[in-house]
C-alpha cells in the first residue's frame, strides 16, 4: 500500500464528493454537537467523558453508516439519495452502534494500560465498521475479521490514520484547552462540529485502505 497514493485518491474523492457528504452527514454532526453541549452542562465533570461517549452513539452511527454506503455506492457509479442512504443507515444503527460502543470500549481499555496498546487497537479494529455495512457481519464478527484483514498492514493504516487524525487531535486539544471557546457556546460548537466533519475525511481513508486489503489475496 502506498500511502501518498491512498492519501491523495482519498482527497480527490472527498473533495469531488463535498457537497454531497455535508448535506448527508453535517445536520447530523450539528443535532450530534448539540446534545453533547447539553450534556456537557447537565451532568458531573467527572462523569462528562462518559455521558458524551453514550450521547454520541445516538448519531455517530446513523451518519457513520450512511456515509459507508455512500462511499461504496460512488465508488460503484451510483448516486444513491441522502434519504435512502439514511434509512438504511437507520436500519443499521442497533448492531453499529453496538459495534461503536464494543470498538470505543476496547480502545480506551488499552489506552488505559498505555497509550500505544489503545493505537495499536485503533488500527486493528478500523476495518470492523466497513466489514458491518459492507458484508453484512455481525459486530463481534466484524472485530474479529478486521484484526484478521488488518494482519501485515498494520503501518500503513497506521501512518494514513495518524497523518488524517494527528492534526484534529492537536486542534480539539487545543479548543478544549482554550478559555475564549470552551466559555463560549456557539464558538465551542462550531469547533466541535468542525472537528467531527473533517474527522469524515479519515472515514474516506480507512474505506479506501478497505477496498484495496480486500482486493488482495487471502483476505479472509
Not at 443535532?31 to 458524551?52: D, I, K, Y
Not at 458491518?132 to 490514520?161: N, T
Not at 467531527?196 to 475525511?201: G, H
Amino acid at each position: 500500500m502506498n500511502l501518498l497514493s491512498v492519501l491523495r485518491d482519498s482527497y480527490f474523492f472527498f473533495s469531488h464528493n463535498l457537497l454531497a457528504i455535508t448535506r448527508l452527514c453535517l445536520p447530523l454532526i450539528v443535532l450530534e454537537g448539540l446534545l453533547l453541549q447539553q450534556v456537557s452542562t447537565l451532568v458531573a465533570p467527572e462523569t462528562a467523558t462518559l455521558w458524551r461517549l453514550l450521547a454520541g452513539l445516538l448519531f455517530y452511527p446513523l451518519y457513520s453508516a450512511a456515509l459507508i454506503l455512500f462511499l461504496d455506492a460512488r465508488s460503484n457509479g451510483l448516486q444513491p439519495r441522502a434519504l435512502d442512504l439514511l434509512a438504511a443507515g437507520l436500519r443499521l444503527w442497533p448492531s453499529f452502534a453496538l459495534l461503536a460502543g464494543l470498538n470505543t470500549l476496547a480502545i480506551l481499555l488499552g489506552a488505559s494500560l498505555f497509550v500505544l496498546p489503545g493505537i495499536w487497537l485503533m488500527v486493528k479494529l478500523a476495518f470492523a465498521e466497513y466489514l458491518l455495512v459492507l458484508r453484512g457481519l455481525s459486530p463481534l464478527k466484524a472485530l474479529h475479521a478486521s484484526f484478521d484483514m488488518s494482519s501485515g498492514y498494520f503501518w500503513p493504516m497506521l501512518g494514513c490514520i495518524l497523518i488524517v487524525m494527528l492534526p484534529l487531535w492537536l486542534l480539539d486539544g487545543w479548543s478544549q484547552s482554550s478559555e475564549p471557546i470552551a466559555s463560549n457556546a456557539l464558538a465551542s460548537l462550531l469547533m466541535d462540529c468542525t472537528g467531527r466533519f473533517l474527522q469524515l475525511f479519515s472515514s474516506v481513508v480507512l474505506f479506501r485502505l478497505f477496498m484495496l486489503r480486500s482486493s488482495l489475496p487471502n483476505d479472509d
